[in-house]
């Protein structure tokens, strides 16, 4: 096991003033009694909606890059039994695979795709999940294939930047100097180990810096203070870096990407998924924590409607090589099967939607009742209705390569 | 297996000490997690472990000539939180005949409960020829934990149509969840102190799951039966209902039953036919 975003669905549903009443259990519960005031009445609160500063984000006139993309609704999916065997990846065949979904999802050559979405001036930002390797995590050899795309079309190596929000990961996923030279490898945020001070001299987060103060994902009235499982506020602020209202994105998205690659990983999160929307959705920014009761997965759309996301993300490639169906967002062997796909998108909603029914398919046939409960794609209807994405079954073009 | 020479970490067991099998050594000291810094750790997956009843985790890395092993040991409040946490990750289990603790063993883990542990041993290549020093790992530091109690929790339950391998135990939302959409927040009351059973039937009338939740005492169950059917989620419509009887239809046209009978609540879920409320 190892890091990944909190993701249960039961967290993301419940408001604020659930979360700190189950928090303290029994004490809350007890609490209510003595003061006469039947439970059943306070669970009949309604849950408060929470103001964020999407109507911001929407203002911000569109570019030519902009979600969701040249290809809304359209999802190319590449089968190839060779692409795994034995456990063990073929890099050969991945790069063909790449190659394959890329031509097919742009209608056009290699060369013409990388002109569709990218400058020889580019910084391009390849997004991994570096979680649960080697089973889960994404796999090296798509980002390899990604990078010899565009170094063969004359991007400068020093421009591509693989990353993710920890530090911690990218390491055990393969993702180092090493195997990928020239190539920077980075990471928005650190977490400072156990015994060890995580701030600096002036008193904040070493990794503080990194982020842009001036662009952010605001939740008002959410803050970082006394989330359920962080009864320890400087254990929050550790990992989550700021722990007020605001989710600053951070400067690398900001300041240095100009394009971003979005390379997820295809598994669910309880019974909803963590691929491509929650891979940007829930690392682009901080003070994540906070967030995941009362706004769930409707984060995923929203920081993906933040227009230093929307307007840079131009590719969503989701590593279906290996699939977790039931278990996630941890790795859990039990529940990995090789699924040798790949899956191609500009529009990262119409790609979860597809993987999302895929993913409900595939737990039925292992036997699993699944709770198919609609809050679990609220999101991508969300994000259709904001003009982000093709969600409709009745509208997704699945094309097989 | 005795339990000897070991590695002290963190409140758990002993762990295997350098030297283990001759050639497996510990690489660099054990990460701690305890408490809410299980964040850390799996910060995906934390909140289910903290619903049952967390304490500590402790992470180990070893390293032969033949490859790298990780420990994971999870110290749970009480046994029935190990085997919660157990049901929830095990799916169909794989035995291997070389360890007798419950457990499912693959060629990248092996997890077993007992006692109020839960362990993973981890290898991270998925080496074929490791699957035996898994075992090795996992037997020694079984060795060190008491003996489990029997189980009779799952007693409750029907025995006839029990789908194997579908046994969960649930103490709150998150567990429930998994399994059902029923409300917000605790809906059911269990508090993190009552534990609830569920698993899947099969029978003619097709699949259904039932969950069972015994409470301390019947007033208890009674408030739980009320929040219930007070706090329905808005996608669960009710069909019919009594002091101790509701039926509703859900999300997807199945139906559903929750009855109270002293100190417990039985629900009967995804049921084809509109049951009787009787």
Redesign the interface.
Known sequence: MSRSHISMDVIFEMNRREFVRTATGCTAAAGALMLGVPASAQEKEAAPDVTTNIAEFLKVPRTRHSLPGPFPGRVVKVTDPRSLVDERVDGKVVAEMVERGIRTLTGTSMKKSFQMFFTRDDVVGLKVNPVGPPLISTKPEIAEAVIRWLVDNKLPIRNIVIWDRFDLDLKDAGFTPSRFPGVRIQALQTMVEEGHSFRDAGGNHISAGSFDLDVYYLAKGVVGKGVRGYQDDEFYLNQHVFAGEYSYFGKLLTRDITKLVNLAAYKNTGNGISMATKNVGYAAVCNTGRLHAPLGFKVCTEVLAAPVVRDKLVLNITDGLRGQYEGGPDKNEKFVYPNRSLYFATDPFALDALCHRELVAKRKEMGIAVNEHPRFTEYLNYAEKLGLGVVDPAKIALVRA | MVCGAALAAGDGPPLPPSGFLGTWNVEGKP??FP??????????????F?EFGFEEATVQRYRSPNGEVVV?RYTMSDPLAALGIYL?????E?PDPGFAERH?A????LMFVRDRYFV?VND???TPALTSVLVEFARSIASCVPESRPVTVFDALPKQGQ?EG?LRLIR???A??????L?????L?L???TAAVAA?YSDAGG?Y?VIIATYPDAQAAA?AF??LA??L?P?IKPVASTETRLVFRD??GTFGTASLAARRLELRL?LRQEPPLK
Not at chain 2, 35 to 48: Q, V
Not at chain 2, 176 to 181: D, F, H, N, S, V
């Open positions: 990460r701690l408490g809410s810094e299980l964040y850390a750790h799996i910060d995906g997956g934390a909140e289910i903290f994971e929830g990750k095990c799916g169909k794989t499912t693959g060629r990248f883990q993973i991270p290549a998925g789908i579908s709150g939302p998150v429930l969840e998994a399994i059902a959409t409300g917000r927040g605790d809906i009351q508090r993190r102190r899947d699949k799951t408030a009320r929040n007070d706090n989620d996608e999300y997807d995804r």
